[in-house]
């Protein structure tokens, strides 16, 4: 039972990554997910989300208009599609299963210190950098 966190790499500012989260020993189907991305030296914190039950998306502000979250259940993987990246997107991302299918805090859950209680499987991450 696992997710494995893909796609991570190099690129330019103002350049595209798709990452992608594909689960392995449990369906996705139901369960709500996550991105969460750490930077060095900051804390952890909340990118992205998706239901499980009406694919319901919520954003954290630094990101929205700019990243995409997207489900694909018959293939079971989550993805993260991200434009114009800053370099201040670098960071490590990960990708955690929620127990429940719903964001946890529904509109605020990027802005919510307890977003990733509920996360019960965590991938390990995939190193994003933005730099000329």
């Known amino acids: 039972v696992q997710l494995q966190a893909s796609g991570g790499g190099l690129v330019q500012p103002g350049g595209s990554l798709r990452l992608s989260c594909a689960a392995s020993?449990?369906?996705?189907?139901?369960?709500?997910i996550a991105w969460f991305r750490q930077a060095s030296g900051k804390e952890r914190e909340g990118v992205a989300c998706?239901?499980?039950?009406?694919?319901?998306?919520y954003y954290a502000d630094s990101v929205k208009g700019r990243f995409t979250i997207s489900r694909d259940n018959p293939k079971n993987t989550v993805y993260l599609q991200m434009n114009n990246l800053k370099p201040e997107d670098t960071a490590v991302y990960y990708c955690?299963?929620?127990?429940?299918?719903?964001?946890?805090?529904?509109?605020?859950?990027?802005?919510?210190?307890?977003?990733?209680?509920?996360?019960?499987?965590w991938g390990e991450g995939t190193l994003v950098t933005v730099s000329s």
């Open positions: 955690a299963r929620d127990t429940g299918s719903e964001c946890r805090y529904g509109s605020r859950w990027a802005g919510e210190p307890r977003n990733y209680y509920g996360m019960d499987i």
């Open positions: 020993g449990f369906t996705l189907d139901y369960h709500a």
């Open positions: 998706i239901s499980g039950s009406d694919y319901s998306t």
